[in-house]
């Protein structure tokens, strides 16, 4: 079975800090996305890549950035959380297009 | 954005009835792709339909896609309380570079 595992499930930090959000998948998937889901406004992307080193800004990037140094981990970062981007964060990871995408369980973070 | 929009909002129906979810969408696609959530999880893919497929069935599940009037439906029969969850229909557009983009989701709550 495909693993897309992230590396908290609950996360607390506080306003300024940098947080790092680690996701990992086992199954040599080329295309990685990071989405924060919130109440009302459903999953929205946040920055998704293609391939190792290969980053496209999604629909709300702001704030965020990514790394992507090996094929299996892709990372968010917060480069100074704000209470704004509480939240539950999703990672996935698929092969090419047009398939599935499989999801990690979720980091909800919250910052206070 | 790009999302599409799923409708209703929320559902609540008795168990055994069908369940009838509609998606929405702006542009040319490539696919559709439809994902569950059980409460505060990840997403799991349900199925997809690219755009030169008009129906297909999976098991209880049966998806349309009228690419005419950029819509699809998901239709769950015989729904059971276990089909509990938020329901998110998923767009890739064409052109996009393996870019996912969801909806706000439809809750859908079966009474037992």
């Known amino acids: 079975d495909v693993k897309v595992t992230q590396s908290s499930r609950y996360l607390v930090k506080r306003t300024g800090e940098k947080v790092f959000l680690e996701c990992v998948q086992d199954?040599?998937?080329?295309?990685m996305f990071w989405y924060r889901q919130d109440p009302g406004l459903g999953l929205r992307l946040i920055y998704f890549?293609?391939?190792?080193?290969?980053?496209e800004k999604g629909d709300i990037p702001e704030g965020y950035s990514v790394s992507r140094e090996k094929k299996e981990r892709f990372s968010l970062i917060l480069e100074s959380a704000s209470t704004n981007q509480t939240s539950m964060y999703l990672c996935?990871?698929?092969?090419?297009?047009?398939?599935?995408?499989?999801f990690g369980q979720g980091t909800r973070l919250t910052v206070v | 954005s790009q999302q599409g929009e799923e409708d209703p909002q929320a559902l609540s129906i008795q168990e055994g009835e069908n369940a009838t979810m509609n998606c929405s969408y702006k542009?040319?696609?490539?696919?559709l792709q439809w994902y569950r959530q059980n409460s505060g999880r990840g997403l799991v893919h349900l199925i997809l339909?690219?755009?030169?497929?008009r129906e297909k069935h999976s098991g209880r599940l049966r998806v349309t896609l009228d690419t005419s009037k950029k819509s699809s439906s998901l239709l769950i029969t015989a729904s059971r309380a276990a089909d509990t969850a938020s329901y998110f229909c998923?767009?890739?557009?064409?052109?996009?570079?393996?870019?996912?983009?969801f909806g706000k989701g439809i809750t859908l709550s079966v009474r037992p």
């Open positions: 339909i690219r755009s030169n497929e």
């Open positions: 542009t040319s696609i490539n696919n």
């Open positions: 998923a767009t890739e557009f064409t052109g996009a570079n393996s870019k996912l983009t």
């Open positions: 199954m040599d998937h080329e295309n």
């Open positions: 890549s293609y391939d190792v080193k290969m980053k």
């Open positions: 996935a990871s698929r092969h090419g297009k047009p398939i599935e995408a499989f």
